[in-house]
Nanobody, 125 residues
Framework: VQLQASGGGLVQAGGSLRLSCAAS????????MGWFRQAPGKEREFVSA????????EYADSVKGRFTISRDNAKNTAYLQMNSLKPEDTALYYC???????????????????WGQGTQVTVSS
């Protein structure tokens, strides 16, 4: 699976962005999709994940109530709607695909098999 993340940019605090992750090479519906982010000097951290059907989602506490993950398997694309953005959301955002079966949705980077190149999100105060 090749993943292409897009939609990042510069936004003021309180603003919104919608990230997209387009997949090619394999049907997206066979993978759990996740979003991770990495700020300068910090480790990559889990943001959100969505089940293969889209019926199940998981969020980091820091983004609950502000971010919404979704997917359109017919378009082979996953999304991350980010509202009420804060300066601490500034990071390089990665989408990832997990082809394996786990109990629940994994939040661990090591469980994800395919990664996009990242898209930069910068939130100004």
């Amino acid at each position: 699976v090749q993943l292409q993340a897009s939609g990042g940019g510069l936004v003021q605090a309180g603003g919104s962005l919608r990230l997209s992750c387009a997949a090619s090479g394999r049907t997206l519906s066979s993978n759990v999709m996740g979003w991770f982010r990495q700020a300068p000097g910090k480790e990559r951290e889990f943001v959100s994940a969505i089940s293969r059907s889209g019926s199940g989602t998981e969020y980091a506490d820091s983004v609950k109530g502000r971010f919404t993950i979704s997917r359109d398997n017919a378009k082979n694309t996953a999304y991350l709607q980010m509202n009420s953005l804060k300066p601490e959301d500034t990071a390089l955002y990665y989408c990832a695909a997990d082809k394996s079966i786990h109990i629940g949705l994994s939040t661990r980077t090591s469980d994800y098999d395919y990664w996009g190149q990242g898209t930069q999100v910068t939130v100004s105060s």
